[in-house]
T-cell receptor, first 115, second 109 residues
Framework: ETGVTQTPRHLVMGMTNKKSLKCEQHLGHNAMYWYKQSAKKPLELMFVYSLEERVENNSVPSRFSPECPNSSHLFLHLHTLQPEDSALYLC??????????????FGEGSRLTVL | GQNIDQPTEMTATEGAIVQINCTYQTSGFNGLFWYQQHAGEAPTFLSYNVLDGLEEKGRFSSFLSRSKGYSYLLLKELQMKDSASYLCAVRDSNYQLIWGAGTKLIIKP
C-alpha cells in the first residue's frame, strides 16, 4: 500500500451536488492536511488535523467540511460548490504538526471539476 | 505579508546544470523545504535546510542564506525525468508552511 491514498482521483460535480473526498494514510502519522492546488498558484492550506483534532481552518468557505474520524482517515465533504472551486485537492500527512523536519507526505490528489 | 518568490518556468538541456532560486519574506524562519512534483503526481520531499550552507544529496543540492532570505536548488547532470515542478516552502515562526507557486522545469534533449 502506498503511503497516502486519495479517492477519487477525478471528480466532476454540479453546483448542487454533494460529494466527498477521502484520504487514507498508512504511515502512522499524527497530523493530516487538506491543501488546494490551483494552476500557477501556491498551495493553499485548508485544514489541519493533529491527533484527530482540527487545529487549523484558514477561512475556508463552509461549503467545504472536513472530517477526521481517526488518525488514518480524513474526508473533505463538498456541498454547493462554485466553479472557482475547481482545482486539485491534495491530502498530506506528517509525523507531527511541527516536528523538527516536518516533512509532508502527499497523496496524488483529487482533481475536482465543478460545472 | 509573507511571500515566496520563484521563477515560473525554466528550460535546461539534458546533461547540463540548472539552478532554481527562491527568495522569501516571512514572519520568522524555521526551515526551508524543496519538493518535486511531476505532472499529475503527488509532491515529494527533496530537501530541508535550516542552517546556512549547502546540503548535497546526489545530483541535487540545496543552499540557504538566512540573512539574504534566499535559497536555491541545484540540479546536476540533468535527466529527462527531472522535468517537473519544483516547490519552495518556508516554515514561519508559527511553524506554518508558506509555499511558492512552483517553478516548472522543462528539460530538452
Amino acid at each position: 500500500e502506498t503511503g497516502v491514498t486519495q479517492t477519487p482521483r477525478h471528480l466532476v460535480m454540479g453546483m448542487t451536488n454533494k460529494k466527498s473526498l477521502k484520504c487514507e494514510q498508512h504511515l502512522g502519522h499524527n497530523a493530516m492536511y487538506w491543501y488546494k492546488q490551483s494552476a500557477k498558484k501556491p498551495l493553499e492550506l485548508m485544514f489541519v488535523y493533529s491527533l484527530e483534532e482540527r487545529v487549523e481552518n484558514n477561512s475556508v468557505p463552509s461549503r467545504f467540511s472536513p472530517e477526521c474520524p481517526n488518525s488514518s482517515h480524513l474526508f473533505l465533504h463538498l456541498h454547493t460548490l462554485q466553479p472557482e472551486d475547481s482545482a486539485l485537492y491534495l491530502c498530506a500527512s506528517s509525523q507531527d504538526q511541527a516536528g523538527e523536519a516536518g516533512e509532508l507526505f502527499f497523496g496524488e490528489g483529487s482533481r475536482l471539476t465543478v460545472l | 505579508g509573507q511571500n515566496i518568490d520563484q521563477p515560473t518556468e525554466m528550460t535546461a538541456t539534458e546533461g547540463a546544470i540548472v539552478q532554481i532560486n527562491c527568495t522569501y519574506q516571512t514572519s520568522g524562519f524555521n526551515g526551508l523545504f524543496w519538493y518535486q512534483q511531476h505532472a499529475g503526481e503527488a509532491p515529494t520531499f527533496l530537501s530541508y535546510n535550516v542552517l546556512d550552507g549547502l546540503e548535497e544529496k546526489g545530483r541535487f543540492s540545496s543552499f540557504l542564506s538566512r540573512s539574504k532570505g534566499y535559497s536555491y536548488l541545484l540540479l546536476k547532470e540533468l535527466q529527462m525525468k527531472d522535468s517537473a515542478s519544483y516547490l519552495c516552502a518556508v516554515r514561519d515562526s508559527n511553524y506554518q508552511l508558506i509555499w511558492g507557486a512552483g517553478t516548472k522545469l522543462i528539460i530538452k534533449p
